[in-house]
């Protein structure tokens, strides 16, 4: 592929976050430690399924500063259906999850995509 250095394995994505089966207590973070992005811009696609209904958050940290924001419009993500949603995170940026309810994580996968090969 060109001279940009950005091979197949991109293409794919870069698997940065994965829980399956797992206990969750709302309101804490999800992953215990917040998400950079590896090759900023990127892209993060995140695949979620709970088995509870719930609402889906990104806590998204740039300069000390944390901005909690909705997924799904703040609509509750329907219990043990699987939803898909993608947060672009720039230089500077980490990025974590929250759900608004004691539920179980039947899967969550986040993966990185640089975002000048979608």
């Known amino acids: 592929m ?7 394995q991109n293409l794919a994505g870069i698997e940065r976050a994965v829980a399956h089966n797992q206990a969750y207590v709302a309101p804490n973070d999800i992953l215990a430690a917040a998400l950079a992005p590896s ?3 990127s892209l993060f696609r995140v695949f979620a399924a709970f088995n509870l209904a719930g609402v889906l958050r990104a806590t998204i940290t740039r300069g000390g500063n944390t901005q909690v924001v909705d997924f799904n419009e703040g609509a509750n ?9 993608d947060v672009v995170a720039h230089e500077g940026d980490t990025v974590n999850f929250r759900y608004s309810v004691n539920a179980t994580i039947m899967v969550l996968r986040v993966m990185e995509i640089v975002v000048g090969v979608q």
């Open 2 to 8: 060109g001279g940009d250095g950005v091979g197949t």
């Open 39 to 41: 090759k900023p811009p």
């Open 77 to 85: 993500l329907a219990a043990n259906s699987l939803y898909w949603f």
